[in-house]
């Protein structure tokens, strides 16, 4: 285990033994009109541990176009149940993409393999304020971080979806201010609708930690945001591009 103090508080990296899992289809229910809730149920999960609200699992779906017949994407753990050997994963309905067409289909009885999570990023819920940035693709972190914080911490979650469709009521004792963006709503691109949010909010006193997931261009336009305008401590903030446009299968780490 690793454990990094920025400052005042303390962030932990925390690996787990890599394993590979075999799940079954237990339900599969629509979240929103994008959005596909698949949960899983497995003997195999007896021992699966997710400790940070942005973990990811890869997950191994059929691919015709990979020369092994396979792709492997990577998705949040959106809540295990150990005692009933559950997992639930939300997927994004996207136009074309192997993880998105099996989502579409799954049924129970369905088979999936999993692997990991490898590893889990636990910052403390210290922080005086936290606020989280992301696409549909960053929900799943985003409900799960801001259901496991504290009573009355001051949160801002800044989302960018298609349409007010696509809004997710969140489960939290926080003091959450839920600010939606909507890409039917004029002409700009996910991370100049970022910023403009961003510029729009007070920072409030005290220490905050910041969580950015998105499309990788977005993402890195909200990170040079609070860097170099906003100058947000670079310990406090964890940001990661969660797909690349035109690329399949990609995703960036914007750390450092
Ligand atoms: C750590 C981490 C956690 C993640 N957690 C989740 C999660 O819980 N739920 C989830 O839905 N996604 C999550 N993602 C994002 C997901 O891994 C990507 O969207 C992935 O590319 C989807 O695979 P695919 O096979 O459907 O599409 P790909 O084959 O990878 O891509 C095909 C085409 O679709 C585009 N594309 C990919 N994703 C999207 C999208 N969301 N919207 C529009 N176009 C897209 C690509 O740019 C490419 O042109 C996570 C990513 C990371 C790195």
Known sequence: MTTTVEGRHRIERVRHEA???RLTVESATAVTRNMRRIAFVSPDLADFVSLGADD????FVPDP????GAAMRDYTPR?????????????????????????????????LEIGGPRGSMVAADDF??????????????????????????RVATVVVVDGPEDV????????????????????LGDGERF???????????GDGYVWIAAEARAARAAKTFM??????????????????????????KLDG
């Open 19 to 21: 394993k590979r899992r």
């Open 56 to 59: 990811h699992v890869k997950v």
């Open 65 to 68: 176009a990979a020369p092994n």
């Open 79 to 111: 809540a295990f149940d150990a005692a009933r050997r559950t997992l639930t994963i939300d997927f994004v309905l996207h136009e074309a993409g192997p993880a998105s067409d099996w989502a579409r289909r799954a049924a129970p009885g369905d088979l």
């Open 128 to 153: 005086d304020f936290v606020w989280l940035v992301g696409d549909e693709t960053a929900l799943p972190a985003i409900g799960r971080r801001v259901a496991s914080l504290r009573p009355d911490v």
């Open 168 to 187: 997710q009521p969140f489960e939290t004792r926080a003091d959450l201010r839920p600010i939606w963006l909507f890409r039917s709503v004029g002409a």
């Open 195 to 205: 910023v403009a949010a961003l510029r729009d909010l007070p920072t409030p006193e």
């Open 227 to 252: 860097l170099e305008e906003r100058g947000h401590p670079k310990g406090w903030l964890k940001a990661a591009g969660y797909w690349v446009r035109g690329k399949a299968g990609e995703s960036e």
